[in-house]
């Protein structure tokens, strides 16, 4: 079956450490999106891909990385210069057409301790 | 660059209805209405382009003033599984697909 995938579900980690939040998708999509979601604040956008290669920043980059080596593979990395990661993280993925919607994965949950 | 959504929350009696309403800066080439149960990934629901066409579910009805960059979400005769969080979102040209920060909707019995 197509879909989706993140990976882990919950992830623990210490302050200062660097974290890497896997989304692979077999839905041959162009287009791969990190969204971050905490309470109130509804999903905002970290970066999105259109391209092997290539990515751009979305509205609140700082902090996180990501690469797309891969057409199915987006992974994001949260640094240890982002003050706040404690979060819901969000990955989706669409084709590369406006008439056509987004697929969710089932989000990976970071708390830092 | 966050669309807009009114209002933040609503509670309904099943049975109610209820307008979910979308507003954004920019011109738009699209809308998207998705809901998102408690820890769980958002679900699609419906796409509205600029040009009227449409594609989403048969029981959710939107519209798309593109002239005002506004769309809302109708939801007649609510049902207890119409509990969630609606969100729109919206691409402009570069494609971005850019979400609002949700309208939390409970239905009662």
């Known amino acids: 079956d197509g879909g989706i995938t993140q990976s882990p579900k919950y992830l623990f980690r210490k302050e200062g450490q660097n974290v890497t939040l896997s989304c692979e998708q077999n839905?041959?999509?162009?287009?791969m999106y990190w969204y971050r979601q905490d309470p109130g604040q509804g999903l905002r956008l970290i970066y999105y891909?259109?391209?092997?290669?290539?990515?751009q920043k979305g509205d609140i980059a700082e902090g996180y990385s990501v690469s797309r080596e891969k057409k199915e593979s987006f992974p994001l990395t949260v640094t240890s210069a982002q003050k706040n990661p404690t979060a819901f993280y969000l990955c989706?993925?669409?084709?590369?057409?406006?008439?056509?919607?987004?697929?969710f994965g089932q989000g990976t949950r970071l708390t830092v301790v | 660059q966050q669309p807009v959504q009114s209002p933040q929350a609503v509670i309904l009696r099943e049975g109610e209805d209820a307008v979910i309403n979308c507003s954004s800066s920019?011109?738009?080439?699209?809308v998207h209405w998705y809901r998102q149960k408690h820890g769980e990934a958002p679900v699609f629901l419906m796409i509205?382009?600029?040009?009227?066409e449409q594609k989403g579910h048969e029981k959710i009805s939107a519209s798309f003033n593109e002239k005002k960059q506004q769309s809302s979400l109708y939801l007649t005769a609510s049902q207890l599984s119409y509990s969630g969080t609606y969100f729109c979102?919206?691409?402009?040209?570069?494609?971005?697909?850019?979400f609002g920060k949700g309208t939390k909707l409970t239905v009662n019995p």
């Open positions: 989706a993925s669409s084709a590369l057409r406006l008439n056509t919607e987004a697929f």
């Open positions: 509205l382009l600029k040009g009227g």
């Open positions: 891909s259109q391209i092997v290669n290539d990515f």
């Open positions: 920019k011109a738009l080439y699209s």
């Open positions: 979102g919206t691409q402009g040209g570069s494609e971005k697909l850019v």
């Open positions: 839905l041959n999509h162009d287009a």
